[in-house]
């Protein structure tokens, strides 16, 4: 009997596929998953044996370093959220909740900007710029800043999100022309569309680099299902840490207090206007909910 280490890429009708040892192994799961209500998902580390009659089964799910629900996925290194400068014009307070919910997660946010041949952007990298978030543009269509793209996602599970027609899909082809994912309107025709509950699927990119392939995976997955409770909320914009102890009051929501030392970095200009807004505009939704209606 032989075990192997090896990584989920894709599930299909209680199969999964795992790639361990640059081979992909069809597997089903060990019974013992079933009665422990555990389910293998993408993404997983997993330990699975080859049987002499050679079929596989997966015989340990090492522990998971994150997971998301919607869609099913497990250990992604980083979210890679894409927005276009313009057409369509980004929304920031969806790109904050997005951010957020991915720190939240421990997921590391990585903003892309798009289509940086059609207008400057220069106003949008003045909001994130003090971030601390890796900032990046690009252009799909002069392929400016795609190659950076490309060398951040080396050696990781990546996600990509962001909303229809920032050019997700055209990046991921310039990336990897073996793709050959339908951009726009043909794969809305093909009922790839969002309504379309797909399961997610790792696209091997080179050694160890893996994107998740998640038509489904729009900003609503992360922003809408996963508010954040007040407490946590300071702590998923980073910029804002280093503030967080410094306020006059140690029970400073960090939106209109007096002696707030956020405030006073905003003022200051070393916390952007922007993101403080949205952290405000997060926080009157979360501030009157009870433990029971969060997660
Ligand atoms: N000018 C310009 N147009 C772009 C760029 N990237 C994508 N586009 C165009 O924008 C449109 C949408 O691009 P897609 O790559 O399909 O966008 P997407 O984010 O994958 O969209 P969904 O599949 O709906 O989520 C297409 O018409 C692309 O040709 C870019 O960098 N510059
Ligand atoms: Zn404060």
Redesign the pocket.
């Known amino acids: 009997m032989n075990h192997l280490n090896g990584i989920i890429v894709k599930g299909i009708g209680g199969f999964y596929y795992v790639e361990a040892a640059d081979t992909l192994y069809e597997c089903k799961a060990r019974g013992l998953f079933r009665k422990k209500k555990v389910t293998p998902y993408v993404g997983d580390h997993v330990v699975i044996r080859l049987e002499d009659d050679g079929t596989s089964t997966i015989e340990e799910i090492l522990p998971r370093k994150n997971f998301l629900i919607r869609p099913p996925i497990a250990n992604i290194d980083q979210l890679i959220l894409?927005v276009s400068v313009c057409?369509p014009s980004p929304s920031t307070l969806i790109m904050d909740k997005t951010i957020a919910a991915a720190e939240e997660k421990g997921i590391e946010p990585v903003l892309v900007i798009?289509?940086?041949?059609?207008q400057d952007c220069e106003w949008l990298m003045d909001i994130y710029r003090t971030t601390g978030i890796p900032l990046l543009t690009?252009?799909?269509?002069t392929g400016e800043g795609v190659d950076a793209v490309q060398k951040r996602l080396r050696g990781k599970i990546s996600a990509f999100t962001?909303?229809?027609?920032?050019?997700?899909?055209?990046?991921l082809n310039q990336i990897d022309s073996r793709l050959h994912l339908q951009?726009?309107e043909i794969?809305q025709k093909l009922g790839r569309g969002r309504h379309t509950t797909r399961q997610v699927d790792l696209l091997k990119l080179s050694k160890e680099t893996y994107v998740a392939d998640t038509?489904g995976f729009s900003a609503i997955s992360l922003e809408r299902c996963d508010l954040i409770k007040k407490e946590r909320l300071p702590y998923c914009f980073r910029e804002f840490i280093p503030f967080l102890n410094q306020c006059k009051f140690t029970t400073c929501s960090h939106t209109c207090e007096k002696g707030c030392a956020v405030l006073q970095a905003v003022e200051d200009g070393i916390i952007s206007k922007s993101r403080h807004e949205s952290y405000v505009a997060m926080y009157q939704e979360v501030k009157d909910l009870k433990e029971w209606n969060l997660k």
Do not use: A, F, M, R
């Open positions: 894409v057409e798009s289509k940086t041949d059609l690009i252009s799909s269509v962001g909303n229809s027609g920032v050019g997700k899909t055209s990046l951009t726009g794969s038509p």
